[in-house]
């Protein structure tokens, strides 16, 4: 019986996630945006972007509209000395990114003829036991991840190479993990 709850307020949980995620979908359709509103109203912001951009400080802004300094910061944010405008032709610098490798992947790997980078991540990379076998924890920019993802693809056989089961799946793992990261260009 006590099963037969259990499993009747799993079922309700599900049921009212998959609820909650609708009406936000549909609200979203709709145009609507989440979150919490702006302090600063969109009616004012001109004025204190304008404002701001005259000389008037942070601090005294603040004051003036009843906000705290932060909302303020929020509705210049754009205007302020230490943001970076993104040029859109420019490439997007990509950030290390750390993903744990299997052990059977590693293995191949550490035998394979590979790039100076590609070899650095490997070298530098910290093993973690996990009960039988291993992972080695990597960070490496993602194009490096993409790029010892290439040289393991052997490990799906073909060409001759016979495919080992726990090779394979090992490597559809790794495989599974850097195709969560961001996608670079076309």
């Known amino acids: 019986m006590v099963q037969t709850l259990a499993a009747a307020g799993e079922l309700q949980r599900d049921v009212q996630r998959e609820l909650t995620y609708d009406g936000l979908r549909a609200a979203e359709a709709k145009g609507s945006k989440g979150g919490r509103r702006p302090a600063v109203a969109a009616a004012k912001t001109d004025t204190v972007r304008t404002a701001?951009?005259?000389?008037?400080?942070i601090a005294a802004l603040a004051r003036d509209h009843h906000v705290s300094r932060a909302a303020i910061r929020t509705a210049v944010a754009d205007l302020l000395p230490?943001?970076?405008?993104i040029e859109e032709d420019a490439p997007a610098l990509?950030?290390?990114?750390?993903?744990?490798?299997p052990g059977k992947v590693v293995g191949y790997l550490r035998a394979a003829d590979l790039e100076?980078?590609?070899?650095?991540?490997?070298?530098?990379?910290?093993?973690?036991?996990?009960?039988q076998g291993y992972t080695l924890r990597?960070?490496?920019?993602?194009?490096v991840h993409r790029q010892l993802l290439a040289r393991c693809q052997p490990l799906d056989g073909g060409q001759g190479v016979p495919a080992v089961p726990a090779q394979r799946k090992a490597?559809?793992?790794?495989?599974?993990?850097?195709?969560?990261?961001?996608?670079?260009?076309?």
């Open 52 to 57: 701001y951009l005259e000389g008037r400080s």
């Open 82 to 85: 230490d943001h970076t405008a």
């Open 94 to 101: 990509e950030l290390p990114v750390t993903l744990d490798m």
């Open 116 to 131: 100076p980078a590609e070899r650095a991540a490997l070298d530098q990379g910290a093993t973690v036991r996990r009960g």
């Open 138 to 143: 990597v960070t490496a920019v993602p194009a």
């Open 171 to 186: 490597r559809r793992e790794y495989e599974n993990r850097v195709s969560t990261l961001t996608p670079t260009g076309p």
